[in-house]
């Protein structure tokens, strides 16, 4: 591992990596603003519109929400070990626990789906022009509040398809094993935008299923 | 404690404050559980920027780099909802 040499613009190994670091940190901040400008109107509406946005919260499935919650806190802590793993020579364990994160990620996506699924049945999911046959007392409101709901989970679920297609990627990379120190870098940087995606999630889970009215 | 056994102590209390969380929303509904609900993301946010994220261990630059992002956040925020729980 020591023998191995920075790229060409870097005078060591140590300033690559922190440089790598800022990067992905700085892109996740632009990552922050994109998903704050949601939050910051899902809030404005949230605060108009108190009695609708309760009601209509009630409607999501809590079970199936902390579920998947359970799943990426889980994936978390699969890529934070699977960086310690790769970090200290591990490549096994590293492959293993990386591919447990990307079934995790999956496993994700596929109860989400079938979330979806289930509103469309039952008259819920307002996009495309589909018919919203919502049974509570202010249709018109709850209707934005599902618009949040689809906009929200929809944009998180895309980057946890950025986030599996570049696992996938890294887990790769990892099996032919060629450059550990560079592969570590980048185990460490793409474990640095799942958390994010964790971290964001927490939020929409918050936001959308808890603050809900009795 | 070594690092897994931190990660896994992490993980544990992230299960624990989703718990609390969740159980709070469900059962008392109302501005107050909303409001622990929260407290509850936040802290879950915490500790996995802390710990999973490795900003524990970050050095000082990194840490400016992430607060100003929460900065920025915090202004955006902040300023719209001034107007409208205020009016």
């Known amino acids: 591992m020591s023998d191995a040499?920075?790229?060409?613009?870097?005078?060591?190994l140590d300033q690559q990596k922190h440089a790598?670091?800022?990067?992905?940190?700085?892109?996740?901040?632009?990552?922050?603003?994109?998903?704050?400008?949601?939050?910051?109107?899902?809030?404005?509406?949230?605060?108009?519109?108190?009695?609708?946005?309760?009601?209509?919260?009630?409607?999501?499935?809590?079970?199936?929400?902390?579920?998947?919650?359970?799943?990426?806190?889980?994936?978390?802590?699969?890529?934070?070990?699977?960086?310690?793993?790769?970090?200290?020579?591990?490549?096994?364990?590293g492959l293993a626990l990386l591919l447990g994160t990307i079934a995790l990620g999956l496993a994700f996506l596929v109860i989400?789906?079938?979330?979806?699924?289930?509103?469309?049945?039952?008259?819920?999911?307002?996009?495309?022009?589909?018919?919203?046959?919502?049974?509570?007392?202010?249709?018109?409101?709850?209707?934005?509040?599902?618009?949040?709901?689809?906009?929200?989970?929809?944009?998180?679920?895309a980057h946890m398809l950025i986030g599996l297609g570049l696992l996938s990627i890294i887990a790769l990379l990892l099996y032919r094993w060629r450059d550990p120190p560079k592969?570590?870098?980048?185990?460490?940087?793409?474990?640095?935008?799942?958390?994010?995606?964790?971290?964001?999630?927490?939020?929409?889970?918050?936001?959308?299923?808890?603050l809900r009215s009795g | 404690m070594n690092s897994w056994t931190v990660s896994f102590v992490v993980w544990g209390a992230l299960l624990l404050l989703l718990a609390a969380s969740t159980a709070t929303a469900v059962l008392v509904a109302g501005p107050m559980a909303h409001a622990f609900s929260l407290a509850c993301a936040l802290a879950m946010a915490a500790l996995i920027v802390t710990w999973f994220m490795g900003l524990r261990t970050a050095d000082g630059l990194l840490r400016v780099f992430a607060l100003a992002a929460v900065f920025w956040l915090a202004l955006l925020i902040a300023l719209t909802l001034a107007d409208f729980l205020t009016r």
């Open chain 1, 5 to 12: 040499e920075p790229a060409e613009q870097f005078d060591d």
């Open chain 1, 20 to 93: 790598n670091l800022m990067g992905m940190w700085l892109f996740l901040a632009t990552e922050l603003l994109l998903f704050g400008g949601l939050f910051a109107s899902f809030g404005v509406f949230r605060i108009m519109h108190p009695e609708t946005f309760g009601e209509a919260a009630s409607h999501l499935s809590v079970s199936l929400g902390v579920a998947n919650t359970v799943i990426l806190f889980t994936s978390g802590l699969t890529t934070k070990l699977a960086d310690e793993a790769v970090e200290a020579g591990r490549r096994g364990l």
């Open chain 1, 112 to 157: 989400k789906g079938f979330e979806w699924h289930h509103e469309y049945e039952i008259g819920l999911m307002p996009v495309l022009g589909l018919p919203f046959e919502y049974p509570g007392a202010d249709p018109r409101n709850a209707r934005l509040f599902f618009n949040f709901y689809y906009a929200m989970t929809g944009l998180h679920a």
């Open chain 1, 183 to 210: 592969i570590a870098r980048q185990v460490r940087i793409s474990g640095l935008y799942w958390a994010f995606v964790d971290v964001i999630w927490v939020f929409v889970f918050t936001f959308l299923y808890l």
